[in-house]
């Protein structure tokens, strides 16, 4: 068990005058207790945090059902993390148990968000690999989506832990999908191609997407490209401690519809990043909560335009005194 991050959520709890709280979320559990796992119950009650484990891991005394030692706790109330607990989980937990549970907003992720040194030292790890198999890539006139995404998932194996995520890989007007799924499409030279990749290395992820092709004609995606690059450079500048988060996604926005491209921004400016590839914050108009010291986030402004293609720049950061590139 990591003590100083149970001791950070004791003080967040505290602060909320929560006296119990649980999670069954597999990255929250590695995170407090370093364990790999599933089906697990992580439970923080009176400043002590206890762990239920299911019979896929050792254990010294008599394996017994997480749920049903769960149920021995004196619990009442218990508060959790909406987005991180299985239906099926909440239905359990107040019928069987009979428990209160509380929703709470972002519980254990704003605990997560803020980053120690050993995580930063980690994430940039993930992302130097990132960028060596992503500049590994050679592309070869009639290979296919399918050709480079398996080059990437091999490479992604072969330098670390495996992809971070699916990896996207985007040849000409599919580059207007931001999630595009890899096909048949063959590249022909000069094509235009988006590959968004990242890899996992000691349970930290990494995040990337780089463009091809965007430089051998003259074309409204070269034009695109240069105000999403000038636009993080916008966002680079305005990003310090303090600052409200929502804030820096307005910025960009507001910068590429004075460019001409209001109609081409599909998503918004970025994301945090750790142990999942997106976690919070999200770089979002609509979040009031502001920048600490610590906080690693990706910076991935694009535009996209329906038939004919579509550009992103993404990169990831640590914040310091300013935004410092990983």
Partial sequence: MNLARCRRLFVKLAENKILSAVTVDSSDIFYFTGMQSAGCL???????????????????????????????????????????????????LRKDLKILLQPVENLFSRVRAVKEKPEIEKIARAQALA???????????????????????????????????????????????????????????????????????????????????????????????????????VALGQIAPGVRIGSIDEAVRDFLAKAGFEKNILHSTGHGIGIDVHEWPPISKGVKEKFEKGMVFTLEPGLYFEGYGGVRLEDVYVLEDKARLL
């Fill in 42 to 92: 992580l439970l923080f009650h009176k400043n002590r945090a206890v762990l239920f484990v299911n019979s896929l891991y050792p254990r010294r005394a008599k394996w017994i059902q997480p749920y049903s030692e769960f149920k021995k706790q004196p619990l009442r109330k218990v508060a959790f993390e909406p987005g991180k607990i299985p239906y099926e989980a909440v239905v359990k």
């Fill in 131 to 233: 960028k060596r198999m992503v500049s590994l890539i050679k592309l070869e006139s009639g290979m296919t989506e399918k050709d480079v995404l398996s080059r990437i998932s091999r490479t992604a194996f072969g330098l670390a832990c495996g992809p971070a995520y699916p990896p996207v890989v985007a040849f000409g007007k599919n580059t207007f999908f931001p999630h595009h799924t890899a096909g048949k499409k063959k590249y022909r030279c000069g094509e235009t191609v988006l590959i968004d990749a990242g890899v996992k290395l000691s349970g930290y992820c990494s995040d990337l997407t780089r463009m091809r092709g965007l430089f051998t004609i003259k074309n409204r995606l070269e034009k695109a490209y240069r105000a999403v690059e000038k636009s993080r450079e």
